[in-house]
Structures are given as C-alpha cells and as structure tokens.
C-alpha cells in the first residue's frame, strides 16, 4: 500500500495490503531479550546461556544467534521485540483475516503508508477538538474497500496506544465480524433496538487499544436505526470511552446509510477503487455530502 498526499494535503492515495497487528504482552523495557523469552516459557535458562556464549564468540545478535542454533524462530523474536518496545504482538497462527495487514505485517512499507494517512487524519480532525472523535469511512460505490480501510485505519490506530473503536454500521452486508473471527453475537442493530448494552463491544485480545462493536443481527430497518437519536446518544456515550471511533458504513449508492452516519460521526473520509469508481457518481456523493455539513477529511484511492 503506498499513500501520497497532495500538495494542500487533501487526498490520500492508497495502494492496499493485508494488515495485522499484535497483542501487548507485559511490559518488558530494558528487559534483555534471553529474560523475556524464559519468563515466558519460550527458551530455558540453559538454552539462553547457550545462546549467549555463542553470541560472544560470533559477535552476533542474541535473537540470530539463537536462530542459527534453532533454539529460537523468527516469531520468539518478534515477541520479544514487542514486549521489549511495548508494542502489540500478534501469533502466526493467528484466527484473525489476513487482510488485516496491519497486524500481520506492522513494520511493511504498505502499514508504513496507512501510518502516513493517520497522521494527517489526526492533524486534520481528531486533534482539532475534544469532541471529534468520530469518523465515517464511506463509498459512493460498492467494492471500493471500506471495511479493508476500516479495519486497518483502526489498528494503526490502536498501535498509537489509542483507546480505538471500530464500529461496522453496515447493518446490511457486514464484515468486520468475519475480519476479526468475532462470530455471530449481538452489536450495533442489538442495540440500537434496546436488545443489548455495551457488552456487545468487543476488545480485541490480540490487539492492545482495540475494540470492535460489531453490526449484530441484520435487521430489517437498518436506515430507521441509523436515524433515531439513540444512535447520536450512543456514539456520545461510546466517545467517553474511546479517543478514536472509526466506522465502517454500506456503499451510498445502495442506501442512505453512509449520509446518516457520516452526519452523525461529524467527518467521513471517502474511499474510492481505481478503474472501479465512478466520478460522477463520486462527485454527487461528496457534494451531497458537503450540504449535510459534513467535513471532508481526505479520500483514498485503492488501486487494487
């Protein structure tokens, strides 16, 4: 994935990969990477002594020495430079998609650009208020990748160290459940229609600072439950718990949906598909957009 801004920083172009990211372990600054590792039952004190006099004789690094020795794995490794840095870690073996590029590959050149689009999301909307907190990722067509851009924006997120919410209001076709293997329980139109509280936001165990508020049942008034005020009442409410809340909506030119939660997020940032997307279309959208008050934080542009 590669982003470019333009020269007044208003469009983000975005090429996407798979993204997933790490769960937190305990703390582990200015801890060795031999201590980490045994305190967490991956390698026995004889081992890391092994290691580290075969690291003295190579002038090698504890984790390649203990690799060349196959006592160690690339993963080991890994794990143990997440605790040492406090950054999340997340398993190979892991259930989440791999779309989730982020998470899987957070040090990739394609994260290193979604990295790029958040900072600019963060000088153009979240630090310009206390109470902008709130952004609808949003489509004039389908298939432009919404909830790819979701998903990953939310992790880049959450490895800030920010309390980060992912909400899928696509009460229509949902798929942030199955990104993140949540199952089937109760979310968004639950509770919107009173029949769960906030039991139904999930925290993402493999993902520190991350949440996930699933759609839930898919309801036959999706439109109805977007436009009552519990939905506004909810996202104030949820705004108290967490610093960034990023949603996921259905295509505009299906349904007035994303119109509706982007009013109600306050901020939308338009994505697009290369070779897929219609200009028109993608202008009627924006300007509508623009009518209903909503600011425009940037766009992307999936190129694949």
Not at 142 to 149: K, Q
Request: glycine share 8%; charged share 20%.
């Amino acid at each position: 994935m590669s982003i470019n801004m333009n020269r007044n920083g208003n469009q983000a172009v975005v090429r996407p990969v798979p993204l997933t990211v790490p769960s937190k372990p305990a703390t582990g600054s200015g801890r060795s990477i031999g201590a980490i590792l045994v305190d967490a039952g991956r390698l026995s004190p004889l081992d890391a002594e092994r290691i580290v006099h075969f690291q003295k004789d190579r002038g090698a690094r504890f984790g390649d020495s203990g690799k060349a020795l196959g006592l160690l794995t690339d993963d080991d490794v890994r794990y143990a430079l997440s605790v040492q840095f406090d950054y999340p870690y997340l398993a190979r073996e892991s259930n989440l998609s791999r779309e989730l590029v982020a998470a899987h590959h957070p040090n990739s050149q394609p994260v290193e650009q979604l990295r790029a689009l958040r900072s600019q999301l963060m000088l153009r909307w979240f630090d310009t208020g206390p109470d902008r907190r709130g952004l609808a990722i949003v489509s004039a067509g389908s298939r432009e990748g919404r909830s790819y851009i979701s998903a990953n924006l939310a992790i880049v997120f959450s490895q800030l160290g920010l309390r980060t919410l992912l909400i899928d209001a696509d009460m229509r076709a949902p798929r942030q459940h199955l990104l993140f293997n949540l199952g089937k329980g109760a979310g968004l139109s639950d509770m919107l229609a009173g029949r769960a509280g906030l039991e139904a936001v999930v925290s993402v165990a493999a993902l520190q600072d991350l949440s996930v508020l699933p759609a839930g049942v898919i309801p036959p008034n999706p439109q109805e439950l977007l436009g009552r005020q519990e939905f506004s009442r909810l996202l104030q409410a949820l705004g108290q718990d967490f610093d960034i809340i990023i949603i996921d909506t259905p295509p505009a030119s299906e349904c007035a949906d994303a119109h509706t939660v982007a009013v109600r997020a306050g901020a939308a940032l338009v994505v697009a598909r290369q070779n897929t997307s219609s200009l028109p279309q993608m202008t009627r959208f924006t300007h509508s957009l623009r009518e209903f008050g909503v600011a425009l934080v940037g766009s992307v542009l999936n190129d694949a």
